[in-house]
C-alpha cells in the first residue's frame, strides 16, 4: 500500500506556479511570446496553438504550449507563422 498524502495536506501546500499550468489569455500570451494578439489568434486559426478553456468569452492558453508553439514558429520560415 502507497502512503497517498491527504486531502487536507494537498490543500495546505502552496500552489506551485509552474509553467506547464499556468493559463493566459491571448493577451497574455502575446507578451510572454514577444508577438502581438493578431499572432496568437493566427496561430489558433491556423491550428498552430489550442485553447484550453474559456473565461468568459477569453480563450485560456498553457504557456508551456504558447512557448513551444512561438519556438516551432521562429525556427520554421516567417512567412508560414505569421
Known amino acids: 500500500m502507497t502512503n497517498w ?3 487536507r495536506t ?4 502552496p500552489l506551485t506556479h509552474d509553467p506547464r499550468h499556468r493559463l493566459l489569455t491571448t493577451a497574455e500570451a ?3 511570446a514577444c508577438v502581438t ?6 496561430w489558433v486559426h491556423r491550428g498552430y496553438l489550442r485553447p484550453i478553456a474559456r473565461y468568459g468569452n477569453r480563450n485560456l492558453y498553457r504557456e508551456d504550449h ?3 508553439t512561438e519556438r516551432a514558429c521562429r525556427t520554421r520560415r516567417r512567412k508560414q507563422c505569421y
Open 10 to 13: 494537498l490543500a495546505e501546500q
Open 30 to 32: 502575446a507578451v510572454v
Open 37 to 42: 494578439p493578431a499572432t496568437v489568434r493566427k
Open 5 to 7: 498524502p491527504s486531502r
Open 66 to 68: 504558447v512557448l513551444r
